[in-house]
């Protein structure tokens, strides 16, 4: 269920230019990741290791076979995605796409493709 400050409709923006995302955006944000280590005398370690920010993307391709050779051909990609109920924007600056790329030849959906940075930023509308 969602809250008055979470969730809400998300606007999706590649390099200036508007898609419509198909399901959800899913954005790792934090820069790191920690991870259990479980010792044979069965205590738990955390150790931390760095990660990169990442936007999971699921959207619609309007430009048929080529946007995503495209994505993957960019030096970079500043990604922005505007969470409209929230007022929120998240930009993923300076990014490369990565991952196995699908489209679904009937929905036009694109899925499997992720873009990565070092560089997240946040404006409030």
Not at 1 to 30: D, H, K
Not at 57 to 81: H, N, W, Y
Not at 90 to 111: C, F, H, S, W, Y
Request: charge should be negative; avoid cysteine; charged fraction near 25%.
């Amino acid at each position: 269920m969602a809250v008055e400050n979470a969730g809400g409709f998300v606007e999706l923006s590649l390099n200036g230019v508007p898609y419509r995302i198909a399901g959800e955006l899913m954005a790792e944000e934090l820069g790191y990741e920690n991870e259990e280590v479980v010792n044979s005398d069965g205590t738990v370690q955390v150790i931390t290791k760095p990660a990169a920010r990442k936007f999971t993307l699921k959207f619609r391709d309007r430009e048929g076979q080529f946007l995503v050779p495209q994505l993957f051909a960019a030096r970079t990609i500043d990604a922005s995605a505007r969470e409209v109920h929230m007022r929120r924007t998240t930009l993923l600056t300076g990014a490369r796409a990565v991952g196995k790329p699908q489209r679904n030849m009937a929905t036009g959906e694109i899925d499997g493709v992720s873009l990565v940075s070092d560089q997240v930023q946040y404006i409030n509308d």
